[in-house]
């Protein structure tokens, strides 16, 4: 497969961050590296999506914090990005609704039409707009206007940067317009792009839980979008899938990661992390980058039992 006809992809990760660990991190990259073995995927580009305040769950400090906590857990990465939309809604948002946001946001935006992971879109990704006279983008007459797949990533991930995946001052999160009209500088071949939503093994058990989720949110967000899970230790995902009969209906959309590299998955855990932090227990380094470890003492969060 050619970069062109790869299926281009935005990882979306939607949770606490209570704080945001290595863990969290290691997932995306985990994630990454897999899709890209299989050879039908090119990742473009990492979402971070934290919770509202609202979500009610105990022990969750403001998203003031959170945002920033994540933000500086990505500061090195020139993939991964933060997004407070989700913090910055009147309450609580579904996960199935944060996905909407940006399939929308991106549509709008970019003229994506984003569709099932392994059902491509008939209309053409990103292209040109009906009834308009194309004119290049590339001026040099050197260089040939139709665009090569390193242009297309280029500019899709130049985009992406300024549209959804904002890496926002520290200080102030800011949303870029959500009315800008890109559509006149993205004018390329056919590409397909999907919105996947990143999640651990134990995300993917909870669908299991009878009334824990809105099945119909399930089936929006395994069948319209898909889903990437990295498996905690010694996980049985076959298992886990067979349990629920939307899981079973969309295995295909259910992308498992595979890989050989020995990531213990409980440094992933927030709440080992804060039992760390409350116990002064050196090892809280395992699970939280230094930058996030400083500002979580000066701030003085997760001193108490309850945090």
């Not at 990465?77 to 929308?104: A, F, G, K, M, N």
């Not at 206007?145 to 890496?167: Q, W, Y």
């Not at 939503?197 to 299991?208: H, I, N, P, V, W």
Request: proline share 5%.
């Amino acid at each position: 497969m050619t970069e062109t006809t790869k299926t281009h992809v935005i990882l979306l990760s939607c949770g606490s961050f209570n704080p945001i660990t290595k863990g969290h991190i290691q997932m995306f990259e985990r994630a990454r590296d897999y899709l890209h073995k299989t050879g039908r995927f090119i990742v473009i580009g990492g979402i971070v999506s934290p919770v509202h305040d609202s979500y009610g769950k105990q022990g969750l400090v403001s998203s003031r914090h959170r945002l920033t906590m994540c933000q500086l857990a990505v500061q090195s990465s020139d993939w991964i990005r933060v997004d407070p939309w989700e913090c910055y809604q009147d309450t609580w948002q579904t996960t199935c609704s944060v996905l909407e946001h940006h399939r929308d946001l991106m549509k709008r935006v970019t003229g994506c039409i984003l569709s099932n992971v392994n059902t491509p879109s008939m209309t053409p990704v990103i292209g040109q707009p009906q009834n308009e006279s194309p004119q290049p983008i590339y001026q040099n007459s050197n260089i040939s206007n139709k665009p090569t797949a390193a242009k297309i990533l280029g500019k899709v991930g130049e985009s992406l940067s300024r549209i959804c995946c904002v890496r926002p001052p520290m200080e102030r999160f800011t949303f870029v317009d959500e009315n800008a009209n890109l559509g006149t500088v993205m004018r390329y071949e056919e590409i397909e792009l999907r919105i996947l939503l990143l999640c651990g093994s134990d995300l993917l058990e909870s669908f299991c839980i009878p009334g824990l989720w809105n099945e119909s949110d399930m089936e929006v967000i395994v069948g319209d979008f898909g889903i990437v899970v990295v498996p905690r230790d010694g996980t049985d995902t076959d298992r886990i899938m067979n349990h629920s009969s939307i899981l079973r209906k969309y295995k295909n959309n259910i992308l498992v990661v595979k890989d050989d590299v020995n990531h213990p998955m409980s440094v992933v855990s927030s709440t080992k992390s804060r039992l760390a932090l409350q116990h002064g227990d050196g090892h809280v380094v395992d699970y939280l980058s230094q930058p996030v470890i400083d500002y979580i003492l000066k701030s003085q969060l997760y001193i108490n039992a309850s945090g």
